[in-house]
């Protein structure tokens, strides 16, 4: 279907995702004759002012946009991220890491972690962390980049992202988004215009009366969900039957002690506690179920686990966990909060703004709005979501806890079917399912099953192919390898002081 070429894209909203949006979209769409982007936001309304651990994939969001890594780092203030720790979720004095990248070496032409189950079966005490360069080097508090020039190193195989301070980073990327051409408007929006026969989106009024006209209107309004929620009256798939969590509290606190660049995650009696090491503060957030327990009670918890002093009055958000109905209806497509949370465990809200605007970048429209197009985005878009729900629900699900109501109610709530056939399979034989290409990798799946306690019966036959003290030698190698390559890193202190940063 063919149509007018777009002239003008609305972005309402200028948190997070409205910059990384007006960022990309201007540096991507910048040079087509005509267009214009403008970005609405209202400075007495606020952002969210949270969101500020990511996932790897930011990486390339960062090199689309590209952006310079050190200056960005400078900017942000950011620490980088090799993974989350997750503590007390198995049970109380328990932790583990999930971390960024792979385990060890596949062998054989089958994935690493058959071998490590069988050593475990054959009674070797050997942590899956330790096969991780990544979940070693966060708990080491050391960083490196990944060493590309070194291929048969574990080095070469170092993932990471970044934590940042996320006031910091819209400012960085509005810097960038206006010097690519982007026009930014101040004020508060008081009325969406509709085409009366169509429906479709045709404007914003302001305050002060004044009307900001466009053709694609990208909603990065937050949780109000201006457009697609208020307006357009899209409804909400409700999942707060498998995460029932629906309220953070979140602080930042001065810094204390050392800082791995791991998020770190504490179970709490109805939900859990953020812990975000940045260079100049660290960020901490209560998320729990109001369901369990009381807000004053919430908020003694998180301040009973600051490791510094507080710097701010708590923020106090509330949330259902979900997604609207349809994110892309007529003319309008919704990005981040606007169109969904989930809460963030895993980090992978932000992940979700850069994934749809790589999807709308795909799908640009005309302004026919190709029906078949816009569903599209909806069924990739709603695929994600539930990628993601399953893998946050893992961790609640499969856990030995049964302290509180909450945990019991967690353990208790029979798994969505996409997770309780990956439960099965991994239980059953140590396989590891993925349908399409989803977000989370074989040894994301890995990391936190084994983590979670969940323990597979068997492994893939082909790992009985080396005898016991063959696979014990290759394995203590492997994990010899991780612990000098680990050794050889700087801190993640000195890393950053090299590139100009500081804690
Ligand atoms: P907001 O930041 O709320 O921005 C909304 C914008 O719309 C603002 O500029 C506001 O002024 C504007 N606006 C709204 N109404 C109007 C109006 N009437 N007129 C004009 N402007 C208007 N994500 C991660 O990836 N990692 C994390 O660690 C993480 N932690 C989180 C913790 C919590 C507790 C929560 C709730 C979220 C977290 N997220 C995390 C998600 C992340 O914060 C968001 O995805 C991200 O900040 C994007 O938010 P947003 O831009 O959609 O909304």
């Excluded at 942000?76 to 070496?105: C, M, N, Q």
């Excluded at 050593?119 to 990944?146: V, Y």
């Excluded at 923020?315 to 209806?329: L, Q, S």
């Excluded at 399912?433 to 306690?453: C, D, K, P, Y």
Aim: aromatic residues 10%; negative net charge; charged residues 25%.
């Amino acid at each position: 279907m063919n149509g007018e070429p777009i002239r003008k894209i609305v972005i309402v909203g200028g948190g997070t995702a409205g910059w990384m949006a007006a960022a990309a979209t201007s540096r991507i769409m910048g040079a087509f004759p005509g267009l214009t982007i403008e970005l609405v936001e209202s400075e007495a309304i606020g952002t969210v002012g949270v969101g500020e651990a990511t996932i790897p994939q930011i990486i390339s969001f960062n090199m689309m946009l590209g952006i310079d890594e050190a200056e960005f780092v400078r900017e942000t203030r950011a620490t980088y991220k090799l993974g989350i720790e997750f503590v007390d979720w198995l049970r109380i004095g328990h932790s583990y890491v999930h971390p960024f990248g792979s385990y060890g070496i596949d062998m054989l032409g089958i994935d690493f972690h058959h071998f490590w189950l069988r050593g475990q079966r054959a009674g070797l005490d050997m942590p899956l962390d330790e096969f991780s360069i990544s979940a070693m080097a966060g708990k080491a508090g050391r960083f490196i980049h990944p060493r590309k020039d070194q291929p048969n190193s574990p080095l070469a195989r170092m993932a990471y992202a970044f934590q940042f301070d996320a006031g910091r980073y819209a400012r960085f990327l509005r810097n960038r988004a206006e010097a690519q051409g982007v026009i930014r408007t101040e004020g508060r929006i008081t009325e969406v215009l509709q085409d009366g026969e169509t429906g479709f989106v045709t404007g914003v009024r302001l305050e002060d009366g004044k009307i900001v006209e466009g053709d694609l209107f990208l909603d990065c309004s937050g949780f109000r969900s201006l457009l697609l929620g208020q307006t357009l009256g899209v409804g909400f798939t409700d999942w707060s039957k498998w995460l029932p969590c629906d309220r953070a509290i979140a602080v930042p606190c001065s810094l204390a002690g050392d800082n791995e660049p791991l998020t770190r995650s504490t179970a709490q009696p109805a939900g859990w506690q953020w812990r975000i090491p940045l260079q100049h503060r660290i960020g901490n957030g209560h998320v729990y179920s109001s369901a369990h327990m009381e807000d004053a009670e919430a908020e003694d918890i998180l301040h009973a686990g600051l490791d510094g002093t507080p710097l701010a009055e708590p923020n106090r958000i509330r949330f259902t966990a979900g997604h609207r109905d349809r994110i892309w209806e007529k003319n309008v497509i919704a990005l981040g909060l606007s169109g969904g949370f989930l809460e963030p465990l895993e980090s992978t809200a932000i992940h979700l703004v850069q994934s749809g605007i790589a999807r709308l970048m795909i799908l640009f429209p005309s302004r026919a709005f190709n029906p078949k197009e816009i569903e599209r985005f909806n069924r990739d878009t709603f695929a994600d979501y539930l990628d993601i729900r399953d893998f946050l629900v893992l961790h609640y699900k499969a856990t030995e806890r049964d302290d509180s109501e909450f945990w019991r109610y967690c353990r208790n709530l029979p798994p969505p079917d996409g997770l309780a056939d990956k439960l099965e399979m991994f239980r059953s034989s140590g396989r590891i399912i993925r349908e399409h290409n989803e977000l989370f990798t074989e040894a994301s799946w890995l990391a936190v099953m084994v983590g979670q306690g969940v323990e597979p019966s068997g492994y893939h036959p082909a790992a009985a192919l080396l005898d016991e003290d063959e696979t014990r030698r290759r394995l203590s190698h492997i994990r010899q390898t991780v612990a000098h390559a680990v050794s050889q890193m700087p801190t993640q202190d000195e890393y950053l002081a090299g590139i100009g940063g500081a804690i």
